[in-house]
């Protein structure tokens, strides 16, 4: 897994972007739980697909195939947003 996480402070709240990549082997429509996500979008053209849940978190999820292996790359995106007390 790779995470990568991002935090700015601005005047009146505080921000954290999170990202986390993982690869799962198997095939995407097995791998993502279908009770947790829902596709937003088929991304037509473009080689993944992109899902969220009721957090709001993104997930976009990617197959791949070497030889006879098939992996999903799945890419989860938060963004929280934090009041600072005045």
Not at 45 to 63: I, R, S, T
Request: aromatic share 12%; charged share 30%; glycine share 6%.
């Amino acid at each position: 897994m790779k995470y990568d996480r991002s935090f700015i402070q601005a005047r009146s709240a505080c921000f954290l972007h999170e990202r986390v990549k993982t690869t799962l082997p198997g095939l995407c429509e097995d791998v993502v739980d279908k009770n947790y996500w829902y596709v937003e979008s088929e991304n037509s053209g473009l080689d993944y697909v992109h899902y969220k849940n009721k957090g709001g978190v993104d997930l976009f999820a990617k197959e791949i195939t070497m030889g006879n292996f098939k992996a999903c790359i799945c890419d989860y995106s938060k963004r929280i947003k934090g009041e600072l007390d005045k």
